[in-house]
């Protein structure tokens, strides 16, 4: 949790589920940007699998999910089945034509498109340095 | 019954702290009502912002003030 006062109430919880394949993992650097970029806050999907109570009452609470899946198995979207969460935003990265493999040197390219399909599901007008102009996360009790 | 306020000090945390207390008040349940603000303490409880709240271990609210009703459910079970 980041040194700071009361959540925004718009802020946007993104989970990605960070998995052992070259989509796995662009789930988990888009999800990093997209934080440090302000767009929204990346959470800790294993903290809801592991059904710890602080984890899935606040994916319960939060107004705004974007849940990224790298494949079709469909990993994040099943935690959030198992955790009785059903209102998100949901993202598959091989959805988005990226193929599946072990290649871990991800593209610029494939990170900003993750980026861009993610801030459009959420109906996020930029992507990117733009993000900061729109950000969702707006500091002490905003 | 333990139950704790989790936030580091703003105008939302302190409203839920007296949402809270009010409830205790007025169900006459016996509880220690304690404010959590020390941010390693929060984290500890993994939540995603504050103030949450907290019921005998149990994190029952996050990131918004709860209503008084809330909080009278959950201390009365």
Not at chain 1, 61 to 72: M, N, S
Not at chain 2, 28 to 46: C, H, L, N, P, Q
Request: charged content about 25%.
């Amino acid at each position: 949790m980041e040194n700071k006062c009361c959540a925004a109430n718009n802020e946007v919880m993104i989970l990605a589920c960070s998995g052992g394949s070259n989509v796995g993992q662009l789930s988990n650097r888009a999800a990093v940007e997209l934080t440090q970029e302000g767009f929204g806050k990346m959470y800790c999907l294993a903290g809801i699998g592991g059904q710890l109570k602080g984890f899935v009452q606040s994916a319960k609470d939060v107004p705004v999910i974007a849940a990224i899946d790298g494949c079709a198995v469909g990993c994040a979207k099943a935690i959030l089945k198992n955790a009785g969460i059903q209102d998100y935003n949901y993202i598959v990265l091989t959805d988005l034509g990226i193929e599946k493999n072990k290649n871990f040197n991800l593209s610029d390219e494939d990170i900003t498109r993750v980026k861009k399909a993610v801030a459009a599901a959420c109906n996020s007008p930029k992507t990117g340095a733009e993000a900061s102009k729109f950000s969702r996360v707006v500091g002490c009790c905003g | 019954m333990d139950i704790k306020v989790l936030g580091p000090g703003c105008a939302k945390c302190q409203q839920t702290e007296k949402v809270v207390k009010e409830a205790v008040a007025e169900t006459g349940v016996s509880a220690t009502v304690e404010k959590v603000t020390d941010i390693r303490k929060i984290a500890e409880y993994g939540v995603f912002g504050t103030p949450a709240v907290v019921v005998d271990g149990d994190v029952k609210c996050v990131g918004k003030v709860p209503s008084k009703q809330d909080v009278k459910k959950w201390i009365s079970k």
